[in-house]
Nanobody, 118 residues
Framework: QVQLVESGGGLVQAGGSLRLSCVAS????????MGWYRQAPGKQRELVAL???????NYPDSVKGRFTISRDNAKNTVYLQMNSLKPEDTAVYYC????????????WGQGTQVTVSS
């Protein structure tokens, strides 16, 4: 049974940093691309970072230069380092597993809340 467990969310002031972690189990982690997504109230869920099995990364313009995704296959963990946070980054952040880098997620974590105060 696949499980993705996120942690590291919380309340931070604008300009601050947070690091999210997602530990995977029940899957061959190294063979999955992994993504971080977020959903703010009243908005659609959106991709914020994607990492391939080989470490290729992709970010939307809204977070490029501020967010960094990384993975540690030995720990079955994917990270999202978020710097220079803005109030508009406030959302529930979800970890997701992709069978391929260019495929939609096939499994989601439960999410972790990130709140950025102004």
């Amino acid at each position: 049974q696949v499980q993705l467990v996120e942690s590291g969310g919380g309340l931070v002031q604008a300009g601050g940093s947070l690091r999210l972690s997602c530990v995977a189990s029940g899957m061959t982690f190294s063979m999955n691309a992994m993504g971080w997504y977020r959903q703010a109230p009243g908005k659609q869920r959106e991709l914020v970072a994607l990492i391939s099995t080989g470490g290729i990364t992709n970010y939307p313009d809204s977070v490029k230069g501020r967010f960094t995704i990384s993975r540690d296959n030995a720990k079955n963990t994917v990270y999202l380092q978020m710097n220079s946070l803005k109030p508009e980054d406030t959302a529930v952040y979800y970890c997701a597993a992709h069978r391929r880098y260019d495929a939609s997620p096939y499994y989601w974590g439960q999410g972790t809340q990130v709140t950025v105060s102004s």
